[in-house]
């Protein structure tokens, strides 16, 4: 992974003096609260119902063991002993005292971490598969790219005081895992038809108040363009997005308005000026990027010997068995498996990963993955290189920490934001419905019937888990002090991107789970054969899901 | 007389504000956009962008401007700062002056995008704010202060 020299280590350590200084002054009534609002926010701070959230950047998802262990230690002195996993792939402390905060940056640092732009209306932590590297199914790469990324973005300063926030995504594989359709720019490695490799630039995607998928703005660009031509993008955006309502201030409202082949004309404009200027990549530093990321030190295994030993084991082992089929996946090397750690066990905030359990994954890592660890969008984590003759001592460990809940996509996999119970912005609280649902839902054998599920719950519009993009999606809503959900079904954050259609009126919590079932059991009766959620539900609409569900009682 | 931070000094201002009135304002007065505009003699010449006003027409005229200033209502509208570094881009070389609701703590990003002067609404503690332009020593990206990217530059 990315290393820092002396100059990243700098900045980083400059703007934890400078943050500790606006803290003081702060504190000290120097600065007003409208003023020091985007100057915590751009070091991911916010004022939440009980207490400060701080949001840490985990660029594009990827940490290393010391690091894991920082934030354990960081969460038992600084706060409740847990942290949460953000679906931006961040990690989020839901108790630090705002006076502690510069001290927690400033042990962050050490660990060649930060908070930078985890919110507020700037570029935030750029995020990608959570494979990559790693996927059987990778073109290229994308890490270098992101990192060549994040190093741009941060602390910009022409673009630390946009309309509104704005995201970016890379994907380098052929299955979409990063939800770039749903990014204000998603970046896909593509080839052309000499087979060399570029990037594919969308724009104007994103999800909150209004969804929408974002548009192709260039086929295929040279790498070497990358940051001019997002310099391009961001300079028009930040220009003419609009200001003065922040619910259609983001740039999807902007290239709707324009038309995507106008917004088009304009960055190229901007492009003229910026295109083959000194932030044009150098193959050197493409080539110095990409060092960060090579191959660990794999070894040649015997991919038939080692399948067949795990064939044994699970033969022994059931439930081994069929924790390998639903939490590990292909390696692009024989013998080696990606194993996902599941941080949906019912009874648990989705996302949740306690002080304890960081620190066994960091030994974990250290042991079975040379010591990365990945957070992933849907609020789990990855071992990435794990040899496939360590995969039961590794289940052993998991099963007694709680981590190996076999659900990694099914129903149960629920991505969900923290909500109401925490989260100042939040219309309702998401937490309980989850917890609701994987009670319901216990029984293993349906869900693993109804095949890979994604369901994703938001406690307001702002959607930060996501729900429009579930195949299943629920949203708090408020109406007149109580707290409602609405449903929407079709969703789907793949290269096939579709935006979930509302069923119907919302419902009252406690009856979510019972709609949840009705939905589910129609969905059980029409599909034919082997046909996936969403398959039935692009086959035969949302009319039959929603007779089902505003049915009386039977 | 008010007073400003310019290439780091404490100094007096010298222009005079905008007249919005005055149908010709004098030499030494700082104009509107639609008051240059309508200047026969651009010699020599200060102009205020608002938010919303780019750049663009002052592009053909930029050598006879003395002073480009770009205020800032709000301090969260950062649409100031690509007009800035849009001006230095395209050749501009004289005064270039933030006024209005910024605060300190942008004072670092405001010099990276071609700002050398800095008319704070509140100019209380201009020598307090003098600390605030030193944040930063070294940066990832190309901006005016520094046009060459950390990459080029490593080490």
Redesign the interface.
């Known amino acids: 992974m990315y290393v820092y020299d002396q100059h990243d280590q700098k900045i980083i350590d400059e703007r934890v003096a400078q943050f500790r200084d606006q803290t003081t002054r702060f504190l000290a009534g120097e600065i007003t609260d409208g003023e020091f609002l985007p100057l915590r926010l751009q070091n991911g701070l916010y004022l939440q119902r009980l207490a400060p959230m701080l949001r840490i950047a985990v660029p594009y998802g990827l940490m290393n063991s010391s690091q894991l262990r920082k934030l354990a230690d960081i969460s038992r002195t600084y706060d409740k002993g847990y942290v949460h996993i953000s679906t931006r792939q961040n990690v989020q402390l839901n108790w630090p005292l705002l006076e502690e905060v510069p001290d927690i940056l400033a042990e962050l640092s050490t660990v060649q971490m930060h908070a930078i732009q985890t919110s507020g209306n700037c570029i935030r932590n750029t995020t990608t598969d959570q494979f990559a590297g790693v996927a059987s199914d990778e073109l290229e790469d994308p890490r270098p790219y992101c990192e060549i990324i994040r190093q741009w973005s941060t602390l910009h300063p022409e673009f630390a005081f946009l309309p509104r926030k704005f995201k970016i995504a890379v994907c380098g594989s052929t299955q979409d895992r990063a939800a770039i359709h749903y990014h204000d720019i998603g970046i896909e490695l593509v080839a052309d038809d000499h087979g060399e490799i570029g990037l594919k630039i969308l724009v104007g995607g994103g999800l909150g108040r209004t969804p929408a998928i974002g548009s192709v703005i260039c086929e295929w660009l040279d790498k070497k363009h990358l940051l001019t031509y997002l310099e391009a993008v961001l300079r028009v955006y930040n220009q003419h997005g609009r200001r003065d309502n922040k619910y259609k201030a983001r740039i999807k409202i902007l290239v709707k308005a324009m038309g995507i082949d106008a917004f088009r004309e304009a960055v190229e404009q901007q492009w003229t000026a910026l295109k083959d200027g000194p932030s044009t990549l150098t193959e050197e530093e493409i080539i110095r990027a990409r060092s960060f990321f090579r191959d660990p030190s794999y070894l040649a295994l015997d991919n038939t010997l080692a399948m067949s030993e795990l064939e044994q084991d699970c033969t022994r082992d059931p439930i081994f068995a069929n924790w390998i089929k639903r939490n590990t996946q292909d390696h692009r090397l024989p013998g080696y498996r990606i194993v996902t750690l599941s941080l949906k066990a019912t009874g648990f905030a989705p996302g949740d990963i306690t002080a304890e359990q960081l620190e066994l994954l960091a030994d974990l890592s250290d042991l079975y993955s040379f010591g990365e660890i990945r957070s992933t969008h849907q609020q789990n984590m990855v071992l990435g290189d794990v040899q496939v003759s360590a995969l039961y001592a590794l289940w052993q460990r998991l099963q007694v920490a709680g981590l190996a809940t076999p659900n990694i996509g099914y129903l149960t996999d629920i991505i969900c934001c923290p909500g109401g119970d925490y989260c100042s912005l939040a219309n309702a609280k998401s937490l309980p419905i989850a917890e609701a649902i994987q009670t319901r839902f216990d029984d293993l054998d349906y869900i693993y019937d109804l095949g890979p599920l994604e369901l994703n719950i938001s406690g307001c519009m702002n959607a930060c888990g996501h729900h429009h993009v579930g195949q299943i999606g629920i949203l708090g809503v408020d109406k007149k002090g109580q707290e409602f959900y609405q449903i929407c079904l079709g969703g789907n954050q793949a290269k096939d991107a579709s935006i979930g259609k509302i069923l119907g009126p919302s419902f009252k919590q406690k009856d979510v789970p019972e709609v949840i079932d009705r939905i589910l059991s129609t969905y059980v009766t029409l599909r034919q054969e082997d046909e996936s959620f969403l398959d039935t539900y692009r086959r035969v609409g949302i009319h039959p899901f929603k007779e089902r569900a505003y049915a009386q009682a039977d | 007389m008010r007073r400003l931070i310019k290439h780091g000094n404490i100094i007096d201002d010298t222009w005079q504000p905008i007249d919005p009135d005055c149908s010709v304002p004098e030499h030494g007065q700082i104009c509107s956009l639609e008051q240059w505009q309508d200047l026969a003699d651009k010699e020599g010449s200060a102009v205020q962008l608002e938010?919303g006003q780019?750049p663009t027409p002052l592009f053909d005229a930029l050598e006879k401007i003395d002073l480009l200033v770009i205020n800032f209502p709000v301090?969260?509208?950062?649409?100031g700062?690509?007009?800035a570094?849009?001006a230095r881009?395209?050749g501009y070389q004289g005064e270039l002056r933030a006024s209005g609701h910024f605060?300190r703590?942008?004072l670092?990003?405001?010099q990276?995008?071609g700002f050398d002067a800095f008319q704070m609404a509140d100019d209380s503690d201009l020598n307090a704010a003098l600390t605030s332009l030193r944040?930063?020593?070294?940066?990832?990206?190309?901006?005016i202060d520094q046009?060459?990217?950390?990459?080029?530059r490593?080490s």
Request: proline share 8%; aromatic share 18%; hydrophobic share 25%.
């Open positions: 938010p780019e301090f969260t509208d950062g649409r700062f690509s007009y570094r849009d881009e395209h605060i703590d942008q670092t990003y405001l990276r995008c944040d930063f020593t070294e940066h990832y990206q190309a901006a046009p060459l990217p950390l990459f080029r490593r």
